[in-house]
């Protein structure tokens, strides 16, 4: 990471306001977990509607030989956002069936690995224990879709309350980050 000069004063203080609404949100995130989750399914469905929308732009006024399927996506695309705007907490249900489903194969992956793998007893350990929180929260996830939605929704506010923390103090620090591209790179 290359470090630049000073930002403008008037970007970190946004840098900070923006850092607490980020916060805020992740406190309201933490209290009432369901609801953000189904908030956040909700506001992706509308995103998802917009690309839609913009997938049968492309269709139809930029000629490819992917045209029409370009256009037959956008209307599925819209279709899909339409249920789920319509119906976001049947759509989280779903998502959140989804994530069952996700986090028990990923448990049984890491059984298979742990018990397959010729690693160090702390490895494999390690990837055995994984293993089973995986499937145990898999199998909370599927017969408590509430726990699902509370368990989704607290993973989402500790990610925002991670990152208000880190918008508050690059606005405080006051310095430009950059990104090192390749003439940066010494051989």
């Given at each position: 990471?290359?470090?630049?000069?000073?930002?403008?004063?008037?970007?970190?203080?946004?840098?900070?306001?923006?850092?607490?609404?980020?916060?805020?949100?992740?406190?309201?995130?933490?209290?009432?977990?369901?609801?953000?989750?189904?908030?956040?399914?909700?506001?992706?469905?509308?995103?998802?509607?917009?690309?839609?929308?913009?997938?049968?732009?492309?269709?139809?006024?930029?000629?490819?030989?992917?045209?029409?399927?370009?256009?037959?996506?956008?209307?599925?695309?819209?279709?899909f956002?339409?249920?789920?705007?319509?119906?976001?907490?049947?759509?989280?249900?779903?998502?959140?069936?989804?994530?069952?489903?996700?986090?028990?194969?990923?448990?049984?992956?890491?059984?298979?690995?742990?018990?397959?793998?010729?690693?160090?007893?702390?490895?494999?350990?390690?990837?055995?224990?994984?293993?089973?929180?995986?499937?145990?929260?898999?199998?909370?996830?599927?017969?408590?879709?509430?726990?699902?939605?509370a368990?989704?929704?607290?993973?989402?506010?500790?990610?925002?309350?991670?990152?208000?923390?880190?918008?508050?103090?690059?606005?405080?620090?006051?310095?430009?980050?950059?990104?090192?591209?390749?003439?940066?790179?010494?051989e």
């Amino acid at each position: 990471m290359v470090v630049g000069k000073k930002t403008p004063s008037w970007v970190r203080i946004a840098q900070i306001g923006l850092g607490a609404i980020i916060i805020i949100l992740s406190i309201y995130a933490l209290a009432f977990p369901k609801t953000a989750f189904i908030s956040i399914v909700y506001v992706l469905s509308i995103v998802l509607f917009f690309v839609g929308i913009e997938q049968i732009i492309v269709g139809i006024f930029i000629r490819t030989k992917s045209r029409w399927s370009s256009i037959g996506l956008g209307i599925l695309i819209l279709i899909f956002a339409g249920i789920a705007v319509a119906y976001p907490t049947g759509t989280a249900y779903l998502v959140i069936v989804f994530i069952g489903v996700a986090l028990l194969f990923s448990g049984i992956a890491r059984l298979a690995e742990g018990f397959a793998h010729h690693a160090s007893a702390g490895l494999r350990a390690l990837r055995i224990g994984t293993g089973i929180l995986a499937i145990v929260l898999s199998i909370l996830v599927m017969v408590s879709p509430a726990f699902g939605a509370a368990f989704a929704g607290v993973i989402i506010a500790i990610g925002l309350l991670i990152t208000g923390i880190y918008v508050i103090a690059a606005g405080i620090e006051g310095k430009r980050v950059r990104i090192p591209g390749p003439s940066d790179i010494v051989e």
